[in-house]
């Protein structure tokens, strides 16, 4: 089994390589930057990215495309369109060449994003929940809409609609972690939010279950252990040993970062449906255990 991946340096690319790796396999790294791609120990071959550069790749039997710009900061037009283009045209320009190959690889599983619902208060959310609105169930449409077109040439589609991802070394959590270190951690907005979430490592066997398995179309990439905003921020300032009685009100969140603040005050009460009816087995599918294995609390 050869497997390529895109946004092999990214958070949950490094993890995946490793898991690749693990499995005896020499993952190709398809990116724009391989002198910055992290030192995985030999076992790979990276691939200065490019669409014409897939005439040159080795044959490989399953794609995972996990590039994009990051939705963190403040919005402006050109954070926005940097948002868009890296995933539709990126996923476009991805598709189109993969789809030259021959012979092609049998499967491609593709990063997706639970912003897909947009804020749908306490409706649960399964894969076949339509699409909500504004700026970023936009994205996510035209984003899975050219994943799909994978499909005409007769490769195996996995749209992964990703929730929150937990881990240490980085993402989101490193971000949460730092108010509540300084003792001003607490939920966002109202906090009766729901926080759908999902372990790094559930999350990368996640993607080699749906490579090795017949899964295909969405699929919901978050923990069954949903939980409201508030309980969230409860649970991880316990995880650090610290207070988590300062919230941020909605007002204060969208002065400071703008639109990008309501994708922090959204409520989308996501359900793994998919997932669980395949059988897949969570390693962490409560909260307690995801920040346990997470973070660390200071020491006394």
């Known amino acids: 089994m050869i497997t390529a991946v895109t946004g092999p340096g990214g958070f949950v690319g490094r993890a995946l390589v490793k898991a690749l790796i693990e499995r005896a396999e020499r993952p190709v790294l ?5 002198a910055r791609l992290p030192d995985f120990g030999g076992a790979v071959e990276p691939v200065e990215w490019s669409s014409t550069a897939a005439t040159h790749l080795p044959r490989i039997d399953a794609v995972v495309n996990l590039a994009g710009e990051t939705i963190s900061g403040r919005w402006t037009p050109e954070k926005k369109r940097a948002i868009r283009d890296s995933r539709v045209l990126g996923t476009r320009r991805l598709v189109e060449a993969i789809s030259r190959l021959e012979p092609k690889p049998r499967v491609l599983v593709s990063a997706s994003a639970v912003g897909y619902y947009g804020d749908r208060g306490e409706e649960e959310l399964a894969e076949d929940s339509g699409p909500g609105t504004g700026f970023l169930p936009g994205v996510c449409v035209e984003w899975e809409s050219e994943v799909s ?3 005409e040439p007769g490769i195996r589609v996995v749209m992964l609609r990703i929730a ?9 959590l ?3 972690i730092t108010p509540f270190k300084a003792g001003l951690g607490g939920p966002m907005g109202s906090g009766r939010q729901w926080f759908p979430w999902i372990h790094r490592t559930d999350l990368v066997n996640m993607i080699l279950a749906a490579i090795d398995n017949d899964w295909s179309g969405p699929v919901n990439a978050a923990s069954p252990g949903v939980v ?3 309980e969230f921020a409860k649970a991880l300032g316990s995880a650090l040993g610290r207070p ?6 909605g007002f204060a969140l969208r002065l400071m970062l703008g639109e990008f603040a309501d994708t922090l005050l959204h409520s989308q009460k996501v359900i793994p449906a998919k997932a669980q009816t ?3 087995k969570f390693r962490y599918p409560t909260l307690r255990e995801a920040l ?4 660390a609390k200071p020491s006394a």
Do not use: T
């Open 244 to 249: 988590a009685v300062m919230p941020a009100p």
């Open 30 to 34: 398809l990116s724009r930057n391989v």
């Open 174 to 176: 490193q971000q949460m």
């Open 292 to 295: 346990a294995a997470s973070v």
């Open 228 to 230: 409201r905003q508030a």
């Open 278 to 280: 395949e059988g897949f």
């Open 164 to 172: 929150v991802v937990l881990d240490s070394g980085g993402g989101a």
């Open 149 to 151: 077109k994978a499909a």
